[in-house]
């Protein structure tokens, strides 16, 4: 498996508090990636890194931010939560390509977050 | 707008049989086409992949066929098992640069025994 973790893994809290998920990987890889799965939506990508403080949007990154400040460890904050990022937020890494020569994606188990 | 879509929601097959799932895509600049695996309170794992200059990929039960002119993918399980159930994603990208996934929407799985 890809030493991947996520904290928390559950959350619950109010609108309009500041929340903040962690990445944290072990395998040295360049890419991570924040996803969130929604129903009838599959996997929709927030933001992603290719570096440390090398960050960049994905398809739904209105109302969050990300830092990579070590290779390990990417962070995604709502600043002020709201009921529509409720949602299951998936982390990924992945090595140096995703072609024939490189390695795919791989996920880490995910933190259900509820806004209230 | 959906770039790839994946039309059945779900699929049901029996036990042994051929679970055939299928994904189409827009965005001909696409060149590497993956398949990944979730089952419930996990994160999805991949499967199989393909490159936009074959036709097939094998591993085991699961074959990937591309047809490009058509920009349709499907996913062969031969024979299905009861532990395949499970959403199946189609996801595609373009080799090099930030290597972004776009998946699609997902197709449920279920084979029964």
């Known amino acids: 498996d890809a030493g991947i973790t996520q904290s928390p893994r559950h959350k619950v809290t109010e609108t309009g508090t500041p929340v903040t998920l962690r990445c944290h990987q072990t395998?040295?890889?360049?890419?991570m990636y924040w996803y969130r799965q929604d129903p009838g939506h599959g996997l929709r990508l927030i933001h992603y890194?290719?570096?440390?403080?090398?960050?960049d949007k994905g398809e739904v990154s209105d109302g969050y931010s990300v830092s990579r400040s070590k290779t390990e460890d990417f962070l995604l904050t709502l600043e002020s939560a709201t009921s529509s990022q409720t949602s299951v937020y998936f982390c990924?890494?992945?090595?140096?390509?995703?072609?024939?020569?490189?390695?795919?994606?791989?996920f880490g188990d995910g933190t259900r977050l509820s806004i209230l | 707008d959906q770039q790839v879509k994946q039309n059945s929601p779900s699929l049901s097959v029996q036990e042994g049989r051929i679970s055939i799932l299928n994904c189409d895509y827009t965005?001909?600049?696409?060149?590497?086409f993956l398949w990944y695996k979730k089952y419930p309170a996990e994160g999805p794992t991949f499967l199989i992949s393909?490159?936009?200059?074959?036709d097939k990929n094998e591993d085991g039960r699961f074959t990937v066929f591309l047809n490009k002119s058509a920009k349709h993918l499907s996913l062969h399980i031969v024979p299905s098992q009861p532990g395949d159930s499970a959403v199946y994603f189609c996801?595609?990208?373009?080799?090099?640069?930030?290597?972004?996934?776009?998946f699609g929407k997902g197709t449920k799985l279920t084979v029964n025994p």
């Open positions: 990924a890494i992945s090595g140096p390509g995703q072609g024939p020569k490189g390695r795919p994606q791989h």
């Open positions: 395998e040295n890889h360049r890419y």
């Open positions: 890194s290719y570096g440390v403080k090398d960050t």
């Open positions: 965005n001909s600049m696409f060149d590497y």
């Open positions: 393909i490159s936009s200059i074959k």
């Open positions: 996801a595609a990208t373009t080799q090099g640069g930030s290597e972004k996934l776009v």
